[in-house]
T-cell receptor, first 111, second 117 residues
């Protein structure tokens, strides 16, 4: 079993839709959770990070962590064509430790 | 703005030559940097973990003599692809760990496209 599982998609939604991106993991020691956005032919860009369980909101983006279910989510409200990218989840157990990435979900927002 | 800079963004080299890619942390000291390779529409593949002042730790299957990594300072790590072959053509990305920032996060460079002809 992989450390981190992420549905690769592709996911296609109309502009304005709410997008839900998800990852599951197997290692209960993971405490740090991150979401990255990667545009085609570019390096990943950090969107949000959370520590332990709970929600975090930043503009149209909300990150949720459910450690009891080993499940993390990224919600995008009022999705825009500029949100079209690949979204990667990442996590780690301790500071400076190894980072484990999902395979990424490809999202297309249709105008 | 970008906190990790990678250079060059694109490079074309001839088979048999070597090419160096630089990764710099711009406003923090990165004791640990990571190098990845990414094929089109595929996920990141970790190649090696680079710790300042010590030898890099390579992932299984990555040739350390072919992909030379040097992390001589807290703000600079380099990847040198030696005796490059067309199959080395790929997108190479670095990332750096900033222990001084909230959360346990790593920041990526913009990536470098290598084409070996």
């Amino acid at each position: 079993q992989k450390e981190v599982e992420q549905d690769p998609g592709p996911l296609s939604v109309p502009e304005g839709a709410i997008v839900s991106l998800n990852c599951t993991y197997s290692n209960s020691a993971f405490q740090y959770f991150m979401w990255y956005r990667q545009y085609s032919r570019k390096g990943p860009e950090l969107l949000m990070y959370t520590y332990s369980s709970g929600n975090k909101e930043d503009g149209r983006f909300t990150a949720q962590v459910d450690k009891s279910s080993k499940y993390i989510s990224l919600f995008i409200r009022d999705s825009q064509p500029s949100d079209s990218a690949t979204y990667l989840c990442a996590m780690s157990a301790n500071t400076g430790n190894q980072f484990y990435f999902g395979t990424g979900t490809s999202l297309t927002v249709i105008p | 703005g970008a906190v990790v800079s990678q250079h060059p963004s694109r490079v074309i080299c001839k088979s048999g030559t070597s090419v160096k890619i630089e990764c710099r942390s711009l406003d923090f000291q990165a004791t640990t940097m990571f190098w990845y390779r990414q094929f089109p529409k595929q996920s990141l593949m970790l190649m090696a973990t680079s710790n300042e002042g010590s030898k890099a730790t390579y992932e299984q299957g990555v040739e350390k003599d072919k992909f030379l990594i040097n992390h001589a300072s807290l703000t600079l790590s380099t990847l040198t692809v030696t005796s490059a072959h067309p199959e080395d053509s790929s997108f190479y990305i670095c990332s750096a760990w900033d222990r001084g920032r909230p959360g346990n996060t790593i920041y990526f460079g913009e990536g470098s496209w290598l084409t070996v002809v």
